[in-house]
């Protein structure tokens, strides 16, 4: 089983960035595709960023040009720079694998609000 480790949520203004990072415990990250996910209230969970083993990458159109998805193999760590960012990128942030496994993680909020 992969245990995730979200952080680097919090407060920020209209406009600024923040970079998410996920510690993934497991033994062949290299192998996943891995994904951001979040969770706005009232809404169903959304995948917003896709990185492939082979490192391409995938984005929502709601972010395509402001969020940048990376990984580092060595550390078993996938990344998600926000830039950019508007009130309604405000969420609940979760990594996990694609497909997702049920073992997710407590995930890191993200609020964005002047």
């Known amino acids: 089983q992969v245990q995730l480790v979200e952080s680097g949520g919090g407060l920020v203004q209209p406009g600024g960035s923040l970079r998410l990072s996920c510690a993934a415990m497991g033994r062949s990250f290299s192998l996943y595709v891995m994904g951001w996910y979040r969770q706005s209230p009232g809404k169903q969970r959304e995948l917003v960023a896709t990185?492939?083993?082979?490192?391409?990458?995938n984005y929502a159109d709601s972010v395509k040009g402001r969020f940048t998805i990376s990984r580092d193999n060595a550390k078993n760590t996938v990344f998600l720079q926000m830039n950019s960012l508007k009130p309604e990128d405000t969420a609940v942030y979760y990594c996990?694998?694609?497909?997702?496994?049920?073992?997710w993680g407590k995930g890191t909020l993200v609020t964005v609000s002047s």
């Open positions: 990185v492939y083993p082979t490192t391409n990458t």
């Open positions: 996990n694998l694609l497909p997702a496994t049920p073992n």
